[in-house]
Nanobody, 123 residues
Framework: VQLVESGGGLVQTGGSLRLSCAASGLTISTVAMGWFRQGPGKEREFVASISWSGSSTAYADSVKGLFTISRDNAKNTVYLQMNSLKPEDTDVYYC?????????????????WGQGTQVTVSS
């Protein structure tokens, strides 16, 4: 199983980025997917998650209304649209595939993880 994130980079404050997570070796259409992030010296934290069908989503309070998680099961891909980015959003962003079908913010419910993509927001 491989999850490959892409779309990270350097953006100015207020800018937008769209992260993608392409899965191989796993058909994601029956499992929930999530995005997490981690910065230097910080614990990895929940960002957003989406149920298997896309009907249910959850967000960290810090990104609610700014970030949008979505999925295209036909493409075996999950996305994270990030708008109005701030310097404090600078982190490595990880995609993860859950064990179950329902959206979850708990890391222990995720079995597979990508290698991460760096997002840097300049002030």
């Amino acid at each position: 199983v491989q999850l490959v994130e892409s779309g990270g980079g350097l953006v100015q404050t207020g800018g937008s980025l769209r992260l993608s997570c392409a899965a191989s070796g796993l058909t994601i259409s029956t499992v929930a997917m999530g995005w997490f992030r981690q910065g230097p010296g910080k614990e990895r934290e929940f960002v957003a998650s989406i149920s298997w069908s896309g009907s249910s989503t959850a967000y960290a309070d810090s990104v609610k209304g700014l970030f949008t998680i979505s999925r295209d099961n036909a493409k075996n891909t999950v996305y994270l649209q990030m708008n109005s980015l701030k310097p404090e959003d600078t982190d490595v962003y990880y995609c993860a595939a859950a064990r179950g079908s329902w959206s979850s913010r708990f890391q222990y419910e995720y079995d597979y993880w990508g290698q991460g993509t760096q997002v840097t927001v300049s002030s």
